[in-house]
């Protein structure tokens, strides 16, 4: 999950940008009513207790809501609505505009946390529209919790740390495929823990980053062999392990990243790895591409 910073906007501004003409908008004249409904959303998101959020809310009537769940549609996702300049900064809001679920796909659209179908009143409530893949929000659909443990984490309200929680071994395999997991940081209680392990489960996210991570490598596997063989004096295992901790520190900085970080430090800790793990199985794609890269480099050269 990417957390994000809180939305520079409440739910009163998207009110304010949806409403064409306040005398046929019901919710227009509700804008405080749904200004405590957001208040009640962070407070109990915040204690981690979203799930005792409950549909009807005072103050507000079920044809408020209606109008509500309307707006979403008409007003703020719809590409001609009043309200789409903002529905699309909330989009892009998540680092490289990726999804804030598995942070590896492209956001395409916006997720409500709880589903809009059985929580109308907060459906343009930005602190509840994620931006989300289509994958995720194909596995996501209308589920909500009714426990603690079972609350999809929430990229505004659910911090979990600095310490890095994806653990990664690499099999001694062609190609260093990878394997995720979740290991438990030190300031998670049990709570959050069963957390952070059932969304990985949900959206299968062990099996998506070690497919990225393959990815990933492919896309670097030339430039380890090119370290591995021209380093002299038989350094070429110590010169890729620099140069994948290099790799590592590099996405360590990006925060949608964090998964390739976590690959690349546990590459460059391989010594099995450094020692020519990368390679493909019967590598001849690639010593035809070193070949390739030799030979052109040596006709430059003439």
Same mark, same amino acid.
């Given at each position: 999950?990417?957390?994000?910073?809180?939305?520079?906007?409440?739910?009163?501004? &998207?009110?304010? $940008? %949806?409403?064409?003409?306040?005398?046929?908008?019901?919710?227009?004249? @509700? !804008?405080?009513?749904? /200004?405590?409904?957001?208040?009640?959303?962070?407070?109990?998101?915040?204690?981690?207790?979203?799930?005792?959020?409950?549909?009807?809310?005072?103050?507000?009537?079920?044809?408020?809501?209606?109008?509500?769940?309307?707006?979403?549609?008409?007003?703020?996702?719809?590409?001609?609505?009043?309200?789409?300049?903002?529905?699309?900064?909330?989009?892009?809001?998540?680092?490289?505009?990726?999804?804030?679920?598995?942070?590896?796909?492209?956001?395409?659209?916006?997720?409500?946390?709880?589903?809009?179908?059985?929580?109308?009143?907060?459906?343009?409530?930005?602190?509840?529209?994620?931006? &989300?893949?289509? $994958? %995720?929000?194909?596995?996501?659909?209308?589920?909500?919790?009714?426990? @603690? !443990?079972?609350?999809? /984490?929430?990229?505004?309200?659910?911090?979990?740390?600095?310490?890095?929680?994806?653990?990664?071994?690499?099999?001694?395999?062609?190609?260093?495929?990878?394997?995720?997991?979740?290991?438990?940081?030190?300031?998670?209680?049990?709570?959050?823990?069963?957390?952070?392990?059932?969304?990985?489960?949900?959206?299968?996210?062990?099996?998506?980053?070690?497919?990225?991570?393959?990815?990933?490598?492919?896309?670097?596997?030339?430039?380890?062999?090119?370290?591995?063989?021209?380093?002299?004096?038989?350094?070429?295992?110590?010169?890729?392990?620099?140069?994948?901790?290099?790799?590592?520190?590099?996405?360590?900085?990006?925060?949608?990243?964090?998964?390739?970080?976590?690959?690349?430090? @546990?590459?460059?800790?391989?010594?099995?790895?450094?020692?020519?793990?990368?390679?493909?199985?019967?590598?001849?794609?690639?010593?035809?591409?070193?070949?390739?890269?030799?030979?052109?480099?040596?006709?430059?050269?003439?």
């Amino acid at each position: 999950m990417i957390e994000l910073p809180m939305p520079r906007f409440g739910v009163s501004e &998207i009110v304010a $940008a %949806c409403t064409l003409d306040p005398e046929t908008n019901p919710f227009a004249g @509700a !804008t405080d009513a749904l /200004l405590e409904v957001e208040a009640t959303y962070a407070e109990l998101a915040s204690d981690g207790r979203i799930f005792e959020f409950q549909s009807d809310q005072p103050g507000v009537s079920t044809d408020v809501a209606d109008n509500v769940s309307w707006a979403y549609d008409i007003r703020l996702s719809s590409k001609k609505g009043p309200g789409r300049a903002y529905y699309d900064e909330m989009r892009l809001q998540a680092p490289g505009g990726n999804c804030s679920n598995c942070m590896a796909r492209d956001a395409a659209a916006l997720d409500h946390y709880l589903p809009k179908i059985d929580f109308p009143v907060v459906a343009i409530q930005p602190t509840n529209l994620l931006p &989300i893949c289509t $994958a %995720c929000n194909g596995v996501k659909l209308r589920q909500s919790a009714t426990a @603690a !443990t079972e609350q999809f /984490l929430h990229p505004f309200f659910d911090r979990l740390g600095p310490e890095r929680w994806m653990h990664v071994t690499v099999l001694e395999e062609p190609s260093s495929p990878t394997v995720f997991e979740v290991r438990r940081a030190s300031n998670w209680d049990e709570t959050l823990h069963q957390r952070v392990q059932s969304h990985f489960r949900r959206f299968e996210l062990g099996i998506l980053l070690s497919q990225k991570a393959g990815t990933l490598l492919g896309n670097h596997r030339l430039a380890f062999e090119s370290f591995f063989t021209d380093t002299p004096g038989g350094d070429g295992p110590a010169a890729v392990q620099r140069e994948a901790a290099r790799l590592a520190m590099s996405y360590a900085g990006e925060p949608q990243s964090a998964w390739a970080a976590a690959a690349f430090e @546990a590459w460059s800790n391989s010594t099995w790895f450094c020692n020519g793990g990368w390679r493909m199985e019967n590598d001849r794609p690639l010593a035809s591409a070193m070949a390739h890269r030799l030979s052109s480099s040596a006709s430059a050269a003439e």
